[in-house]
């Protein structure tokens, strides 16, 4: 199915895009029809990069919750000032409260709760 939509085009761009089409006999709808597809699907592609690069450079702060790859549920509760790529997080372990020291890489494998 298919649904008009207007666009506001320069005159002189307009003129020469119907000179192009009627010298090659070509449909000018389905010229335009192409170039959307054609900018859609580049830009989605854009899109899920810049979707995957956020999710890679997540900010990380005191108080997230996770989920370890083992099912634990953890809080940041300090990112340890000396060194900037460790995290300390928080969690229960058979009843008990555990603090334990996290690589940022390792943080970043866990899903955010």
Request: glycine residues 4%; hydrophobic residues 35%.
């Amino acid at each position: 199915m298919k649904k008009p939509r207007q666009f506001r085009i320069d005159v002189d761009l307009l003129e020469r895009f119907d000179e192009v089409n009627e010298k090659l006999a070509v449909n000018g709808s389905e010229v335009v029809r192409r170039m959307i597809k054609n900018y859609v699907e580049e830009n989605e592609r854009r899109m899920m990069e810049m979707k995957k690069k956020e999710e890679n450079n997540m900010t990380l702060k005191v108080g997230q919750k996770f989920v370890d790859k083992h099912g634990r549920k953890m809080e940041l509760v300090e990112i340890n000032p000396e060194f900037e790529e460790k995290y300390v997080m928080s969690y229960k372990y058979e009843g008990n409260w555990v603090v334990a020291e996290f690589t940022e890489e390792e943080v970043r494998e866990m899903k955010k709760a």
